[in-house]
C-alpha cells in the first residue's frame, strides 16, 4: 500500500452469518470505488473469503481490497487503520474491538449491544449492521474527517486502558479487601 494510503481494516473470522462480512465487503466496494487512495484489508479466515475477493475482483479491487488470510502482525495492521470495522450481527466478548482500540484506530461498529455496552456512544460510530449504505456512510465520516476520528480513537483508547489486567487486578484485590471486611 503506498505511504500515503488511506487504510480500512477489519480483522476476525471471514463469516457472514455473524461477522456480516459480506455486506461489509459491499460497503468496502461502494467506499473503495469512490476514493482511488483508501485500501481495505479483511484479515482472517472463514468460509467466506473466496466470496470476499470475489466480489472485490468483480469490482476491479483486486490489489486494494485485501483478504490476506491470518495475519501474524495484526496490532501493526490496526495501528495503521485510518478506521477499524466490525460490522457483526452479534457477539460475545469482542476481543478484535478492544485491540483495535488498544492500537488507537478509530472504530466503526454495529449498533449491538456487545459493542454498545463496551463502547461509549462517543468513542466509535456506530451503525445498523444491515445497511450498507449506513456501513459505508460511517466509514467515509471516518476517512473524510481524521481529527474527529482520532478524538473517537482517544476516548475509545481510555476504555480499554481501564480495562487492563493491571487495571482488573486493582479492582479484584478491592472487591476482595471489601468483602473480607464486611
Same mark, same amino acid.
Given at each position: ?48 473469503? #473466496? /466470496?470476499? &475477493? @470475489?466480489?472485490? !475482483?468483480? +469490482?476491479? *479491487? ?8 491470518? %495475519?501474524? =502482525? ?23 474491538? #478492544? /485491540?483495535? &482500540? @488498544?492500537?488507537? !484506530?478509530? +472504530?466503526? *461498529? ?8 463496551? %463502547?461509549? =456512544? ?30 473517537? !480513537? ?29
Amino acid at each position: 500500500m503506498p505511504a500515503d494510503a488511506q487504510v480500512i481494516v477489519y480483522t476476525g473470522r471471514l463469516d457472514d452469518g455473524q461477522k456480516n462480512v459480506l455486506r461489509l465487503t459491499d460497503a468496502l466496494v461502494e467506499v473503495l470505488s469512490e476514493r482511488p487512495r483508501v485500501f481495505a484489508v479483511c484479515a482472517g479466515e472463514g468460509p467466506h473469503r #473466496a /466470496e470476499v &475477493l @470475489a466480489r472485490a !475482483a468483480r +469490482a476491479g *479491487l483486486r490489489g486494494r481490497l485485501l483478504a490476506p488470510g491470518y %495475519v501474524d =502482525a495484526v496490532f501493526a495492521l490496526l495501528r495503521r487503520a485510518d478506521v477499524f470495522v466490525s460490522p457483526s450481527h452479534y457477539e460475545g466478548r469482542p476481543n478484535t474491538v #478492544a /485491540e483495535a &482500540l @488498544a492500537a488507537r !484506530a478509530p +472504530a466503526c *461498529l454495529s449498533r449491538i449491544p456487545q459493542h454498545t455496552e463496551f %463502547v461509549p =456512544a462517543d468513542a466509535a460510530i456506530f451503525v445498523d449492521p444491515t445497511r450498507v449504505g449506513e456501513i459505508a456512510a460511517a466509514l467515509r465520516a471516518c476517512l473524510d474527517d481524521p481529527d474527529a476520528a482520532r478524538l473517537r !480513537a482517544a476516548r475509545a483508547r481510555a476504555v480499554v486502558e481501564r480495562q487492563s489486567v493491571a487495571a482488573m487486578s486493582a479492582a479484584y484485590e478491592s472487591l476482595y479487601e471489601r468483602v473480607l471486611r464486611a
